[in-house]
C-alpha cells in the first residue's frame, strides 16, 4: 500500500494548530500579567482599581515615568525598594504632574504628595522610611478621596 501524502493539508493542519495554541498562550499570558499588573487603592470612599507599570529594579525606578506625555487616569507605577528606607523621588524629566503615595510594608498609606511639578528637580522625601511609592495623575488622589492609613493592594505589597 502507498501512502499520498498531501503537503498543502498537512501544513494548513499544522497551521490551524499553532494558531489555536497561540490564541490559548496569549489569552494566558494576558491573564497572567493583568493580574499583576492591576493595584487597587482602598479609601473611605471605596476601592479604586489602576493599571499600574512595576518599577522594580534600579534602572526601572531612575528612569519611572520619565519622558512620558500622557498617562490615562486609570493608570500609573508601582515603585519597590530592595529594603525600608526613606524614599527620595523627584521629578526631573518628568512631563506630566503627579501624585506620590509613599506606602509602608504592609500597604497602609504613610504619606502622600499632591501635584508634584514637571521638570523639577527638588528631592520628594517620604515622611517615613516606606518600602513602595505609588505615583498617579495629579489630582487622582483629591477625587479618589486616598488619606494617610488607607490601604494599597497588589500581589508584590508584602502586607497583601
Known amino acids: 500500500m502507498t501512502i ?3 503537503n498543502r493539508a498537512f501544513v494548513r493542519a499544522h497551521a490551524a494548530v499553532l494558531a489555536v495554541l497561540a490564541i490559548l498562550l496569549s489569552a494566558g499570558l494576558a491573564q497572567a500579567l493583568t493580574a499583576e499588573d492591576r493595584l ?3 479609601t473611605q470612599t ?4 489602576f493599571d499600574v507599570e512595576l518599577a522594580l529594579t534600579p534602572p526601572e525606578r ?3 515615568l520619565m519622558h512620558r506625555t500622557h498617562m ?3 493608570a500609573g507605577m508601582l515603585f519597590r525598594f530592595d529594603a525600608i528606607r526613606p524614599a527620595l523621588m523627584w521629578m526631573k ?13 504592609d500597604g497602609s498609606v504613610a504619606d502622600i504628595h ?6 523639577s528637580e527638588t528631592v520628594i522625601q517620604s515622611s517615613e522610611p516606606v518600602r513602595y511609592v505609588l505615583e498617579l495623575n495629579a489630582g487622582v488622589v483629591d477625587r479618589i478621596g486616598l488619606a494617610p ?7 508584590i505589597i508584602d502586607g497583601n
Open 62 to 64: 531612575a528612569v519611572g
Open 114 to 119: 499632591r501635584n508634584a511639578q514637571p521638570h
Open 93 to 105: 524629566n518628568t512631563l506630566i504632574p503627579l501624585d506620590m503615595i509613599f506606602i509602608r510594608p
Open 149 to 155: 492609613g488607607d490601604k494599597v493592594v497588589h500581589p
Open 4 to 6: 499520498i501524502y498531501d
Open 46 to 49: 471605596g476601592t479604586y482599581d
Open 72 to 74: 490615562d487616569q486609570d
Open 40 to 42: 487597587q487603592v482602598v
